[in-house]
C-alpha cells in the first residue's frame, strides 16, 4: 500500500520558517518527481513546487520562488519543502505528492499519490 505522510506544518508568524517533510512508503519513488501542493481556504489547490526523480531540477510557483526550497533524499525516500520568509497569503493545508514521470511537472493530474496534507498557519 502507497503512503505519503506530511509532517511539520504548525503555527508560525510572518517571517518564519517552517520546514515540512514527507515520508513515503509501500513503494520506491526514486524514478518519480515529487512536488508539493497547497490549498487555502475557499480556493483550489495550487502548485508549490516540483523536484526531479534525481533531484537535479526543481521548479517553484512564481508566489514562493526565492523563499522555498525543494528537496529529496531517496535514500530514505523523503521530500522536504524548506519554507522560508513566511507570510500570511501561505496559510493552507500542504500536500506531498508523487508523479508518474521523472521530470519535474505542475499538472496535478500527473500525481496519483498524495499524502493526506499538513496545515501551516502564518499569522500577520
Known amino acids: 500500500q502507497v503512503q505519503l505522510v506530511e509532517s511539520g506544518g504548525g503555527l508560525v508568524q510572518a517571517g518564519g520558517s517552517l520546514r515540512l517533510s514527507c515520508a513515503t512508503s509501500?513503494?520506491?519513488?526514486?524514478?518519480?518527481?515529487m512536488g508539493w501542493f497547497r490549498q487555502a481556504p475557499g480556493k483550489e489547490r495550487e502548485f508549490v513546487a516540483s523536484?526531479?526523480?534525481?533531484?537535479?531540477?526543481?521548479l517553484y510557483a512564481d508566489s514562493v520562488k526565492g523563499r522555498f526550497t525543494i528537496s529529496r533524499d531517496n535514500a530514505k525516500n523523503a521530500v522536504i519543502l524548506q519554507m522560508n520568509s513566511l507570510k500570511p497569503e501561505d496559510t493552507a493545508i500542504y500536500y506531498c505528492?508523487?508523479?508518474?514521470?521523472?521530470?519535474?511537472?505542475?499538472?496535478?493530474?500527473?500525481?496519483?499519490?498524495w499524502g493526506q496534507g499538513t496545515q501551516v498557519t502564518v499569522s500577520s
Open positions: 523536484i526531479s526523480a534525481d533531484g537535479g531540477a526543481a
Open positions: 509501500g513503494r520506491t519513488f526514486s524514478s518519480s518527481s
Open positions: 505528492a508523487a508523479s508518474v514521470l521523472p521530470e519535474t511537472t505542475v499538472s496535478q493530474n500527473l500525481y496519483p499519490y
